[in-house]
Each structure stands twice: as structure tokens, then as C-alpha cells.
């Protein structure tokens, strides 16, 4: 194999992958609702955070250090703190790209037949990545930076270094993931047949983001209503946070570098860095590549499982359901998106559930918590279900060896349904009782909050089972594994979103007007949702039961993502 950096040939490569990026906006395989999804996302996200982050700013400037007002020494630990988050979310960003570009790419088995030499390969792929880092920085550093400059009244040249930043952050974060790829590759494979251990550690990850989250919201409240923030910032915090902020590098040398302060010494020491981690990876991943590529040609291992005896004989339908839980269980990917999100979801609701309660008691002194359970209770829910958006796709190869057997296409939908409405029963029913024991709803109103939950969970795996059959893409991979969401994902997430703000988001409108009106009429709230829920459970099996089995049986291939 060639090992000469050829730039004529990585030219061609960053051509084809641009091409391929491009294909992807053809009609037929753009995913549009998912794309506007994203948009608005991220809008709303930037949006949110220069609002609240510009009030933090203010409140954290203001603060006295042994009655002294030191708005240089305060701005220099905010910078220094949120460059470091801002450099370890690029790494961790970075890591999984140069993973998936690495190892798990499909047209690796290509160049193993073609004269492509691995540092050729990997130059490409790193440029592309960089690419994509590019803009991923801009949407974090430039909110960040801008809000600072607005509420600081920065000199100009703060905005160039912000540009001169943008293009740095990522680089660095490139430099730096490549010499931990190695290492994250090696714990994904430790990790990949250990299913119950993987499932343990990503739940686990999963609840300190939530945790994570609900702090940020509950700092957002104290900002908007009292100064219990600003009062949190005494003598003993603050200097904490100026010793943590000094020691933080590089994300000290960065801020310095901002605010003008060290910059000859700061500079040295992030071109340090670059040079060292961009060295050594070179080295290490260029024997990654090698490795790779030959690993592309020999196969990969098999695991290897202790013998064990031959699992008893099952009916049917107790088979399919095993095949439904075991083929999420086993994959990482599906574990994460699907299970460990449904664990963690009574703990969305009970966060965001201690928020709202309290910040709309304080906005219009109503009390609405029935109706903000109920909200909560179907959005989380709607979010969490997703799973079922792939209830047909996910099979892959495997829906044809299925459709060959000698069993009825009830017993085979009704299998991927029923497993779908038990992890929604459990989480229901879990979230139920969180907010029933933590005083916020009655008994009553927990179990209607449960079963109004369950109906309307129940409609969206109808519509997703049946609209992800009737637009079936299984992956082109060995395994099966659907490594992208599709149109379907999309439209269930937003039907489920849809049904929650049309149901939660109408009982609280109603239950705010009429109180503020001195009107009492809560019934409303279980008419309302009652029949709500009804209906779209009783029309969601009616679309998903007519013409199935003559469709099944026509069913001759899906698409392929």
C-alpha cells in the first residue's frame, strides 16, 4: 500500500464526500421535516442562551470580592470557564466523528482495493471533519463571545480574535481527539459485547445530563425570579472559582488570548499544544488506518460467546417480542436512543415538572399543576417513544426471513407493538408515581395522568409502526443497523410533539383563562383530554389496521438508507 501523501488524490476524496453530502438533499432522500427540526432547534437553543446567558453576565460581573469590584478578573474566570466546556464538547464531538470516519464507515471497503494510501485517506478525513468542527464552533463561540461584547462594551479587536477563535477551537479539538480516538475505539469494543454493563453505563451517563440540565434550569428560575443567584456567589465560591479558573488550560491561555492579556505566552503555549497532539496523532492514526484497511479486507472478529444451552422452545409470539427487546438491547446506538432516554424520562418530567410548576404559580399565582403533569407527562412521552419509528426498518434483512415463516402478520406487528407499549407502560407509570409521592398531583390524577399517557403513546406507535411499513428503508450494513434517522423519525417526533402541545398545551390555556377569570371548571381538563386520547387511539388502530395483512403480503423490499 502506497504511504505517500498524495494532495491530487485528497482532493478527489474531499470531492467525493462532498458529492455524497450533497445526494443527501436529492429529492426522495432529503429528510426535510428533520432538517427544519434541526433549524429550529438550534434557533431556539441560541436564542435562549444569549437571553439568559447576557442576565448571567451582568449578574456575574456585578459581583464584589471582599466589597472590591473587579470586572476584568470576573470576566477573565467567565471566559476561561466557558472556553474549557466549549473545547471539551468540540473533543468529545470530534472523538465520535473520527471514530465513525474511521472504523465504521462503508467505503473503507473500498479502498482496500484501491491504490489509496492511509495517510492519504486519513488527511481527507481529518479535513472534513475539521470542516464540519468549523461549524459547529461558530453556532457555540459566536453566541457566546457576541453576548459578551454586547454586555462588556468589548473593543473591535475582541471580534476579530472571535473569528480568529472559531477557526482555532476546532482545530485544537481535532488535534487533541485524535490521539483519544484510539483509546474511545478500544472501550466501544470492550464495551459493544457486554450488553448489560454498556446499558448500565450509558443510563447512568445519561441521568447526569438530565441532572445536568435541570440544574441549568433551575439557575435560569433564580435568575428571573429573586437574587438567591447572585447571593450564591459569596466569598468562599468565589474563590474557588477563581483558583479553578487560573489552573484551567488551555482555556486560560484562551481567554488571556481574547482579552488581550499574555498573548505572546498564551499563543505559544496553544501552538504547543497543536504541534504536539497534531504530531503524535499522525503517528498514531496512520497505524490506525493501516490497521483498518487490512482489518477491512480480512473481516472483523466474531465475539465469542461462553457455550451455553439451547434456549427452551418459545411460541411464536413470545419469540418475536424477545427478538424485539434483544435486537435493541444489543445494539448500542438503539440502547441509548431508546432505552436509556425511557429510563431516565420520570426524571425529565420531575425536573421540569419542580420547575414549572413553580415558575407559573409565580407568574400568575394559579395553580396548574394537574394540567402541567398532563403536558409534561405526553411531550416526555411523545420524545421518549420514538423507538417505534423503526418498528419495520430496524429488522432490516432479517423482516423477509420473518415474513417467510409460517406466521400470521398480526402475530408479527402485534409483537413490535406490544413490546413498544411496555416500555411506555413502565415509564408512564414510573413518572405517574414520581409526581404522585412527591406531592405535586393526588392518586386520582396520577392514574388518569397514567392511562390518558399510555392512550396517546399507544396512537403514536399505530401511526409510526404503520407510516415506517408503508415507507420501509433497511440499512445497507451487515448488521442491520440503521446508523441515520429518516423521514419517518421525524414526522413521528413531530406528530408526538403535535399531540402533546394540542392535548397538555390546550388543558393549560384553558385551566389558566378561566382561573384568571375566577372561573372554576377543572373538569374540563379530563373532558378534554379524555376524549382527545380516545379518539386518536381508536383512529391511529384504524389507520394502522386497514389493508395490513394484503399489504404485508404484497411486500416485496424496502428502500435502502
Known sequence: MNDKLDLALVGTLLKKQFQERAAAFKKGYFDAIGFLLQVLLVAAIIAIFVTFFGQFTDIYLAIRTNGVSNPDARLFELLSISYTIILLFLIFSAISKINRALFTADDLKLFTAMPVGAKTLYVSRLITIYLSQLVLAFLIILPVNLTVAIHVAEEPMFYYMTFVMCILLPLMSIAIASILALPYHALLRFLKPKFVLTFVCVTALTAVLVIGY??????????????????????????????????????????????????????????????????????????????????????????????????????????????????????????????????????????????????????????????????????????????????????????????????????????????????????????????????????????????????????????????????????????????????????????????????????????????????????????????????????????FATRLGKKYYEFSGGGLM
Not at 317 to 324: D, I, P, Q, T, Y
Not at 338 to 353: E, G, I, N
Not at 373 to 383: D, M, P, R
Open 214 to 543: 435541570a440544574v441549568i434550569l433551575n439557575a435560569i428560575k433564580e435568575m428571573l425570579f429573586g437574587d438567591d443567584l447572585k447571593y450564591f456567589f459569596n466569598e468562599r465560591v468565589m474563590a474557588g472559582i477563581a483558583l479553578v479558573a487560573k489552573n484551567l488550560y488551555p482555556g486560560v491561555w484562551l481567554a488571556n488570548f481574547m482579552m488581550g492579556q499574555d498573548q505572546l505566552y498564551s499563543g505559544l503555549g496553544v501552538l504547543l499544544i497543536l504541534f504536539m497532539c497534531l504530531l503524535l496523532s499522525m503517528v498514531i492514526l496512520r497505524k490506525i488506518m493501516e490497521a483498518v484497511l487490512q482489518s477491512r479486507i480480512s473481516g472483523t472478529p466474531n465475539f465469542v460467546f461462553a457455550e451455553r444451552d439451547i434456549s427452551p422452545r418459545r411460541k411464536p409470539f413470545a419469540a418475536l417480542l424477545r427478538k424485539e427487546f434483544l435486537q435493541i438491547f444489543r445494539t448500542p446506538s438503539y440502547m441509548f436512543s431508546y432505552f436509556s432516554v425511557a429510563v431516565v424520562m420520570p426524571l425529565m418530567v420531575y425536573f421540569c415538572m419542580s420547575i414549572g410548576a413553580s415558575l407559573v404559580e409565580k407568574l400568575i399565582g394559579v395553580n396548574c399543576n394537574v394540567e402541567i403533569a398532563i403536558f409534561l407527562t405526553l411531550l416526555f412521552g411523545a420524545l421518549t417513544n420514538v423507538f417505534c419509528s423503526t418498528n419495520v426498518s430496524r429488522d432490516g434483512e432479517v423482516f423477509y426471513s420473518v415474513k417467510a415463516m409460517p406466521v400470521d402478520h398480526k402475530t408479527v406487528f402485534f409483537s413490535k407493538i406490544i413490546f413498544c407499549l411496555i416500555v411506555t407502560v413502565a415509564t408512564q407509570l414510573i413518572s405517574a408515581m414520581v409526581l404522585l409521592f412527591t406531592g405535586y398531583i393526588a392518586w386520582y390524577v396520577a392514574l388518569f395522568v397514567f392511562f390518558g399517557g399510555v392512550l396517546l403513546s399507544f396512537s403514536q406507535i399505530c401511526i409510526a409502526t404503520r407510516y415506517d411499513f408503508d415507507h420501509a428503508k433497511f440499512s445497507s450494513e451487515e448488521d442491520g443497523e440503521i446508523k441515520e434517522s429518516g423521514n419517518t423519525v421525524s414526522t413521528v417526533i413531530v406528530l408526538g410533539m403535535l399531540g402533546a402541545f394540542l392535548t397538555g398545551g390546550s388543558v393549560l390555556i384553558v385551566r389558566m383563562l378561566t382561573s384568571l377569570r375566577g372561573i372554576s371548571v377543572g373538569y374540563l381538563t379530563y373532558l378534554i383530554v379524555t376524549i382527545i386520547a380516545v379518539a386518536a387511539s381508536v383512529l391511529s388502530y384504524l389507520y
